[in-house]
């Protein structure tokens, strides 16, 4: 059977699926990782803009698996740029390779040497469990600086119903009620008093009284 390359690359960040900049750094260097090693043809890239699911919601990972179990009577070799794109959770990174191995597959990345050894599995484990570390720890920054920013009244998310930011740049995203503060703050009232019985009656409510007062 012939041995053939397919090239997995992933993005974890809303930023770099809009720029599209990082699939394509990541599928310059596995092709160029492929060239330099063995001159095996490159069937086919899968490309994952993958953000927050869980690792079988990925698209294309799922289509990488289906690809490989309808093309049985060829050898693969995956290629990923590193450790990381692959996953960055110990569990799923055994998980995905489980479901590798089950399939005759190989695992390549020009950042890591993949070898079946304990030595290299300990280095392999030190790697995924250090980018896990990252991950959980800048998770647990952003939460931090956050929780800080609404502490100062400051807004984080989604802009709530009437309500805006404020225009003085030196207080940016301070959220204000807007100049209909009044007829908003008696239709929560009616809200909380179960008067109004839903969001879309008091939006209801609220257009009623700005198109008839």
Sequence with gaps: MKLKWLIYCRVSSAKQVKEWNGLTS???????????TLWIEIERTFNDEWVSWWVFERKSIRELFKYIDENKKSDYIVI???????SRDIQVHWLLKAEFKKRWVELASPNFQFEESPEWAFRENMSVSMAQY???????????RMRARLEQWFW???LPMWYKYSTNAQWWKEILLDENHKIIKKALTHF??????????????????????
């Design 26 to 36: 990541q599928q310059k260097r596995c092709i160029d990782y492929a060239h330099n």
């Design 80 to 86: 990923f740029e590193d450790l990381n794109r692959l």
């Design 134 to 144: 990252e991950k959980d720890k800048n998770k647990q920054r952003v939460n931090d």
């Design 156 to 158: 984080c998310f989604k």
């Design 192 to 213: 909380s008093d179960n008067r109004l019985k839903s969001i879309n009656d008091v939006d209801c409510w609220n257009a009623y009284r700005n198109t008839y007062s």
